[in-house]
């Protein structure tokens, strides 16, 4: 180990890969521990200048602030990047070999190591995700399952709310009694599931009402609360991108390319990087849109509709979204707030 310059770390529950290259590049090292305190003694062990490579995964975040308290440079790669690297069929000691050749790529990213705090920010988010995708299951299942019995509902959940309690307590309608039951229970899952998402909702809101860098990203138009605090739970480092355009990007709201000499071909959204917080930008420039007034004289509305006109109301809130994140990397980096100026022949400014 001491003729190694850079470690690299299949992580698992209990089994570790370790494989050191040297400054050439060659692999000089190669062990497999089997706990996960023989692993912890050989990272307390590793020399100051050593750098650790992991890819993204269970634990990974944990790992790497361990090190970097010891001192040790660390860097989390993407797994679906490390995954380009591997030769040879997918083995803990090929995906260690995996991650050291991703480490030599210089066009991969690392994830940033996440605090503790944020990691806490990051579970309330996917809780509350993952709450709303069972409700949404629960709703569809209560839809078909009427459905089969001729009974059409419309979507949205005043539907649900209002009009299954009226099927239900109907006696004209062709219901089996085992039926009504089974939805009755269903119907109070989903309102159980809706409690749930309204009191992680509530914990967010009242998260960014005390951060100060949440208030100020909420001044952009289609930035609420949850965008909000899922971007600074995600800790993008808004630093390490050249430019806006870039940042954008790294979410995937741009085209995807199909190009090859001189014949430039763009597709539709790459949907690259970060599908959540893509999927909250993109639902926040849609309430913007749905909120637009027509007879508006503000140059901001004026744009967004004839973004609308000519290219569509989905495609107008992709590029709006695309917008706002690039206004919140100017944000992320300095003490100003966003404020529109209308009529005065600015489209906006920022001020501190």
């Known amino acids: 180990?001491?003729?190694?310059?850079?470690?690299?770390?299949?992580?698992?529950?209990?089994?570790?890969?370790?494989?050191?290259?040297?400054?050439l590049g060659h692999v000089i090292f190669e062990a497999r521990i089997k706990s996960r305190e023989t692993f912890q003694v050989f990272l307390h062990k590793l020399p100051v200048n050593v750098t650790v490579l992991v890819e993204t995964?269970?634990?990974?975040?944990?790992?790497?602030?361990?090190?970097?308290?010891?001192?040790?440079?660390?860097?989390?790669?993407?797994?679906?990047?490390?995954?380009?690297?591997?030769?040879?069929?997918?083995?803990?000691?090929?995906?260690?070999?995996?991650?050291?050749?991703?480490?030599?790529?210089?066009?991969?990213?690392?994830?940033?190591?996440?605090?503790?705090?944020?990691?806490?920010?990051?579970?309330?988010?996917?809780?509350?995700?993952?709450?709303?995708?069972?409700?949404?299951?629960?709703?569809?299942?209560?839809?078909?399952?009427?459905?089969?019995q001729g009974v059409a509902l419309a979507q949205g959940e005043m539907a649900i709310s209002q009009l299954v309690p009226r099927i239900l307590e109907d006696a004209t309608q062709p219901l089996?009694?085992?039926?009504?039951?089974?939805?009755?229970?269903?119907?109070?899952e989903w309102g159980q599931l809706g409690d749930r998402v309204n009191a992680l909702t509530g914990r967010l809101e009242t998260a960014a009402k005390e951060s100060e860098t949440a208030k100020r990203l909420m001044t952009v138009r289609g930035v609420g609360p949850i965008i909000a605090t899922a971007l600074l739970a995600k800790q993008t480092e808004p630093e390490r991108f050249a430019s806006a355009r870039q940042f954008a990007a790294y979410f995937g709201l741009v085209p995807s390319q199909h190009s090859s000499a001189e014949k430039?071909?763009?597709?539709?959204?790459?949907?690259?990087?970060?599908?959540?917080?893509?999927?909250?930008?993109?639902?926040?420039?849609?309430?913007?849109?749905?909120?637009?007034?027509?007879?508006?004289?503000?140059?901001?509305?004026?744009?967004?509709?004839?973004?609308?006109?000519?290219?569509?109301?989905?495609?107008?809130?992709?590029?709006?979204?695309?917008?706002?994140?690039?206004?919140?990397?100017?944000?992320?980096?300095?003490?100003?707030?966003?404020?529109?100026?209308?009529?005065n022949g600015r489209e906006a400014a920022m001020s501190h």
């Open 57 to 148: 995964g269970p634990g990974a975040q944990a790992w790497a602030r361990l090190l970097q308290m010891q001192g040790n440079p660390v860097r989390i790669l993407p797994a679906q990047h490390v995954a380009k690297h591997r030769s040879g069929p997918k083995n803990d000691r090929n995906d260690a070999l995996a991650i050291l050749r991703a480490g030599r790529d210089c066009r991969i990213s690392a994830v940033p190591v996440k605090s503790a705090a944020a990691l806490a920010m990051q579970a309330l988010h996917r809780a509350r995700r993952g709450y709303i995708r069972r409700r949404t299951a629960v709703s569809n299942q209560v839809r078909g399952l009427l459905l089969e």
């Open 1 to 23: 180990m001491s003729a190694c310059t850079t470690v690299a770390v299949d992580l698992a529950k209990r089994v570790f890969q370790v494989a050191g290259e040297d400054t």
């Open 264 to 343: 430039v071909r763009l597709g539709k959204m790459c949907k690259h990087g970060d599908a959540y917080l893509r999927s909250l930008a993109i639902q926040g420039a849609h309430a913007v849109l749905r909120q637009l007034r027509p007879d508006s004289e503000q140059p901001d509305d004026q744009r967004l509709q004839r973004w609308i006109s000519r290219l569509g109301r989905k495609e107008a809130a992709v590029r709006l979204a695309n917008r706002n994140l690039r206004i919140l990397w100017v944000l992320l980096q300095n003490d100003q707030t966003y404020r529109r100026q209308p009529g």
């Open 176 to 188: 089996p009694d085992l039926l009504r039951e089974l939805i009755a229970e269903l119907l109070g």
